[in-house]
């Protein structure tokens, strides 16, 4: 099981060495191309940072800003993809157990 | 910025004397080309497509026939009708054209093999001799995100597969294709500084403010007669002018990718004709509420696609910059 709040310190100090912004300006709820921390090079260089930090691939259809709007958006989005995945790995186990 | 003096309405960019405005973009041409630049004439480098088309145009209604030529720059990727619509625009303003096929320089930049391995560390099942690839945004232009370009190959029996390019792809199969560009622009250089000419530049206002060309490519001229014009104005203009009807029922393409791609698919995710209106509504502080009654969108949509705009003019403000010293 994946610890949210673990999942969201590691988005912070990845935005953190990857923008000019210091820790307190950015609270779990900034809304990040709002205040313009992520253009559009920022944007695919986060989707790779979470590929390779959580084995998360994003899809076309899952480039939403809904998923992407903040560390909040970013943390549920990592968290139900790891989740949907462990649970489509436990079916395929059940499946071949049977 | 120009300052807000009428209401917003569908008609708003209309050209209302179109002779005035060619007039003018071709005293200042002159001017600029005979006192300022001091060169005797104009290289304009012609792919078939409306803007290049309407240049030439003007620059020979500027300058005389006798005093620009026009310089085709195929390679392999380019469309046959790219060079056979630019050879019937030549003949119809009598201007001298000389046809370079770039493939070999692109070759020999590895242009082809650079992008093509790109390609082919996203989808290991790419066949460059078979298949065609192109870059593209798939979000709308009003969700509120940053466009990220998505890769898709057309497979020989027509199948099409797209995925999210990662980082490292993208900017390998951009560079290497930008070797197109900027070999065009070495080309028109040779010509133009072999006959003391300058190079007469070709993009539009959305290309030059929302960062639609490449650095030192096409981006590298001397002169931009249409820069200030919005793209609905270029076909206004178009017409006034002469420019075969086939150019201008042409849909604008990239003619980059080997895969066909419109310049709305490859970059500006909407109609010209709605993209000249919003962009004039933003760039002079029009309120969404007003644009969003006379187009029949809603407010909210109308924010996302100014701020998305916003965005593109931020981020490619590196493009138009001079180097810093």
Redesign the interface.
């Known amino acids: 099981m994946i610890d949210n709040k673990e999942v969201k310190e590691k988005i912070l100090q990845y935005i953190l060495g990857a923008t000019s912004s210091v820790e307190n300006e950015i609270k779990d709820d900034t809304l990040l191309?709002e205040e313009?921390l992520?253009?559009?090079?920022?944007?695919?260089?986060l989707?790779?940072f979470i590929?390779d930090e959580f084995q998360v691939e994003?899809?076309?259809d899952e480039?939403?800003?809904e998923n992407?709007a903040s560390i909040n958006s970013i943390s549920a989005f990592i968290i139900n993809k790891i989740e949907l995945t462990e649970s489509n790995d436990s079916k395929k186990l059940v499946i071949i157990h049977k | 910025m120009e300052l807000k003096t009428k209401s917003f309405s569908k008609e708003i960019l209309n050209l209302e004397n179109i002779e005035l405005v060619c007039d003018e973009i071709c005293q200042k041409l002159r001017l600029d080309i005979k006192t300022k630049l001091k060169r005797r004439g104009a290289v304009v480098g012609i792919s078939g497509g409306i803007d290049s088309s309407v240049v030439l145009a003007l620059a020979t209604r500027a300058l005389g026939k006798e005093n620009v030529i026009g310089i085709l720059l195929p390679e392999r990727d380019s469309s046959p009708d790219s060079l056979m619509l630019a050879q019937k625009l030549a003949h119809k303003f009598g201007v001298r054209t000389f046809v370079e096929d770039i493939t070999p320089v692109l070759e020999g930049f590895g242009c082809y093999k650079r992008r093509d391995e790109a390609v082919a560390n996203v989808f290991s099942e790419f066949n460059p001799i078979e298949d065609k690839a192109k870059i593209e945004i798939?979000?709308t232009i009003a969700?509120?995100?940053?466009?990220?370009f998505?890769l898709t190959i057309v497979k020989s029996n027509g199948f099409h597969i797209?995925?999210?390019?990662?980082?490292?792809e993208?900017l390998q199969i951009v560079a290497a294709t930008n070797f197109k560009q900027r070999s065009r622009m070495s080309m028109l250089y040779y010509y133009a500084e072999s006959l003391h000419y300058s190079v007469v530049g070709t993009p539009n206002k959305h290309e030059v403010e929302q960062g639609f060309f490449v650095k030192y490519g096409d981006g590298g001229a001397d002169v931009m007669p249409i820069g200030h014009l919005y793209k609905t104005q270029v076909y206004q203009l178009a017409e006034y002018l002469g420019v075969p009807q086939q150019i201008i029922e042409r849909t604008p393409t990239t003619d980059t990718y080997s895969a066909e791609q419109t310049q709305e698919e490859f970059f500006y995710q909407m109609p010209f004709h709605e993209m000249d209106l919003l962009w004039y509504a933003w760039e002079n502080d029009y309120k969404a509420e007003e644009v969003a009654l006379v187009l029949n969108k809603e407010s909210k949509e109308i924010q996302n696609i100014f701020k998305n705009f916003e965005?593109k003019q931020?981020?490619t403000e590196y493009l138009r910059l001079p180097p810093i010293f």
């Open positions: 191309f313009g992520f253009d559009s090079m920022g944007l695919l260089f989707i790779d590929r994003t899809k076309d480039l939403v800003v992407f | 798939k979000q969700q509120n995100i940053p466009n990220v998505s797209s995925t999210l390019l990662p980082s490292k993208y965005r931020k981020t």
